[in-house]
Antibody
């Protein structure tokens, strides 16, 4: 249902770019869901990066907000993630995730992508 | 940056009951937002285990149960099985973050 794609290796100070292709439903008409990204550094826990609502509104983790952009391409039914000025601390498995929406609240994640490992290194 | 605190590890023999605590605050559980739990097997994506404090998605065994009280939540595994060895994460919504938050994670070991 959710498939991540993008470069696995990014150089420090550059921009990390990933795409998530959604199959089985249209992002633009799914008013019950948020579409977003969650990451997990090696050996560590889960961190919410941000989410996008079908209307196009976005919500970001304050700790990453200045470097993160999440956008949608409705023609491809894809959600994209960009993280600028990356460092080694951004090395992680990045998951695309579908979360339920409860009156604008980002709820539980009911569908996860398989995840893609991105390494930041020169 | 996790605002939900879990014990790093718990263990038990097959058939035993283990519980995992998840301690939050007034901006998440205390603000009546629900607790959800995920199971992550090695090398795989997390899987929803419990939602809305105490509900199991279809296909999740009955030995998994959840509860929430005040600013804390807990997950219980009754009748521990070898296949339950995994990492477990709690999750809620936090109104100071204006987004979802995850617990620090707990590794369950079956002895």
């Amino acid at each position: 249902l959710l498939q991540e794609s993008g470069p696995r290796l990014v150089k420090p100070s550059e921009t990390l770019s990933l795409s998530c292709t959604v199959s089985g439903g249209s992002i633009s008409t799914s008013y019950s869901y948020f579409w977003g990204w969650i990451r997990q550094p090696p050996g560590k826990g889960l961190e919410w990066i941000g989410s996008l609502y079908y209307s196009g509104s976005t919500h970001y983790n304050p700790s990453l907000k200045s470097r993160v952009t999440i956008s949608v391409d409705t023609s491809k039914n894809q959600v994209s993630l960009k993280v600028s000025y990356v460092t080694a601390a951004d090395t992680a498995v990045y998951y695309c995730a579908r979360s339920l929406s409860y009156s604008g609240i980002i709820g539980r994640v009911d569908v996860w992508g398989q995840g893609t490992m991105v390494t930041v290194s020169s | 940056q996790s605002v939900l605190t879990q014990p790093p590890s718990v263990s038990g023999a097959p058939g035993q009951r283990v519980t995992i605590s998840c301690t939050g605050s007034s901006s998440n559980f205390g603000a009546v937002y629900d607790a959800h739990w995920y199971q992550q097997l090695p090398g795989t994506a997390p899987k929803l285990l419990i939602y809305g404090n105490n509900n199991r998605p279809s296909g999740v065994p009955e030995r998994f149960s959840g509860s929430k009280s005040g600013t804390s939540a807990s997950l219980a595994i009754t009748g521990l099985q070898p296949e339950d060895e995994a990492d477990y994460y709690c999750q809620s919504y936090d109104n100071s973050l204006s987004g979802p938050v995850f617990g620090t994670g707990t590794k369950v070991t079956v002895l």
